[in-house]
C-alpha cells in the first residue's frame, strides 16, 4: 500500500513537470510566432516606404526629362533663329533679293530660305488645305515658276495652283496661266472640265467676256450633264444676255 502511494506520488510530480514542459514550450513558440509576425510586418511597411519612395522618384525623373526636352527645345529654336540671321546676312551681302514672284506682300522669300522643291510643294498644298489662299497661290507659282520640271508637277498640282490663286482674288492672271496650261497639258485629266470652269470664272473676273462665253457656250453644248455645267446653268440665260453677240 505504501509502495503504491509513492508510485502514484511520482506520477503526479512527472505529470506536473511534463504539463509546465507543455506550457512552457507553447509559449515559446508562441513568442516566436509573434516575432516572426513582427518581423514580417516590419518588412512589409519596409517595402512599402519603398515603394513609395520609388514612385516620387519616378515623378521627379519624368519632371526633370520634361525640363530637360523644354531647354532642347528652346535651344534648338534658338540656334535655328540664328542661322535665319546670319542667312538673312549673307544674303543681303552677298545674294540677290528679287523675288520669284511680283507680290507686294512676297510671303514665299525664296531668297531667304531658299526652299527646295519638296519644301515648296509642302507648304503649298498645306496652305491649300487650310484656305490661305493666298500664301497658298504664291508657293504654287513660285514652285511652277522655279521648279517647271520637277517630278512635283503634274494635273492636280496645276488645278490646286489654279484654283488657289483664284480663290485668293488677287491672282486671276495667275490662275488662267496654271489652268491653261493644265487644259493644254492633259485632255484626259479627270480636272480637265474644272480647269476650263475656274479658267471661265477667272476670265469673267478680269472682264474677259468672249472667253468667258465661249467657255460656257461649250458647256452648254458638249457637258450638259456633269456638275460643272450644273454651276453655270443657273446664270446661263444671263449670262447670254450680258455677254453673247
Known sequence: MTGSIIMLKRLLHLSSILVLAVATTSCDLLRQVENKARTVNNYERTALNLAKE????????????FRLKEIESKRNYLKLKLEQKKNVKRTLASVSTSPIINVKNDLVRDHIYKWNPAQMLAIS?????????????????????????????????????????????N????????????IGSNPTSPY???????????????????????????????????????ILSGHYEEFAKRYKK
Do not use: C, M
Not at 520609388?54 to 526629362?65: A, D, F, G, Q, T
Open 54 to 65: 520609388n514612385r516620387l522618384l519616378k515623378v521627379k525623373v519624368s519632371e526633370l526629362e
Open 192 to 230: 480637265f472640265r474644272g480647269a476650263k470652269l475656274y479658267r471661265a470664272l477667272a476670265h469673267l473676273k478680269l472682264n474677259h467676256r468672249d472667253e468667258f462665253f465661249k467657255t460656257v457656250e461649250e458647256f452648254r453644248l458638249k457637258y450638259r450633264n456633269t456638275p460643272e455645267w450644273r
Open 171 to 182: 491672282h486671276y492672271d495667275w490662275s488662267i496661266y496654271h489652268l491653261s496650261k493644265l
Open 125 to 169: 498644298e498645306t496652305e491649300f488645305s487650310k484656305k490661305n489662299f493666298e500664301k497658298s497661290a504664291q508657293f504654287y507659282t513660285a514652285f511652277l515658276k522655279k521648279y517647271p520640271k520637277s517630278k512635283g508637277v503634274n494635273d492636280q498640282v496645276l488645278l490646286q495652283a489654279g484654283i488657289a490663286a483664284f480663290e485668293s482674288g
